[in-house]
Nanobody
């Protein structure tokens, strides 16, 4: 059974930093086939993509977080990270990591494409 477990959320003031982690276990395919990403959902809003990393290590970011957030992974630890700097109140949301196997180069930006999800970790930024 695939499990994704996030940690690292919390409450910070505007301009602060947090580092989210997501440990994946039970993945039934080689880890070289996995797409992984971070998504977030604020109350009353649709879930949106924050950042993703494809099987080759290429990264993509939402325009709203470019230059502030960095996604990375440690394959030896089966862990995905999201380094968040210069946090703003509009970054307040539940943050989820997600994964899906791919046997090509394609990793979708849409949260609907991912089929493995963590339980989420809350990030709250106060002004």
């Amino acid at each position: 059974q695939v499990q994704l477990v996030e940690s690292g959320g919390g409450s910070v003031q505007s301009g602060g930093s947090l580092r989210l982690s997501c440990v994946i276990s039970g993945y039934p395919y080689p880890y070289s086939t996995i797409c992984m990403g971070w998504f977030r959902q604020a109350p009353g809003k649709e879930r949106e993509g924050v950042a993703r990393i494809d099987v080759g290590g290429s990264t993509n970011y939402a325009d709203s977080v470019k230059g502030r957030f960095t996604i990375s992974k440690d394959s030896a630890k089966n862990t995905l990270y999201l380094e968040m700097n210069s946090l703003e109140p509009q970054d307040t949301a539940m943050y989820y990591c997600a994964a899906r196997p791919t046997f090509g180069d394609y990793c979708s930006a849409s949260w609907r494409w991912y089929n493995y999800w963590g339980q989420g970790t809350q990030v709250t930024v106060s002004s």
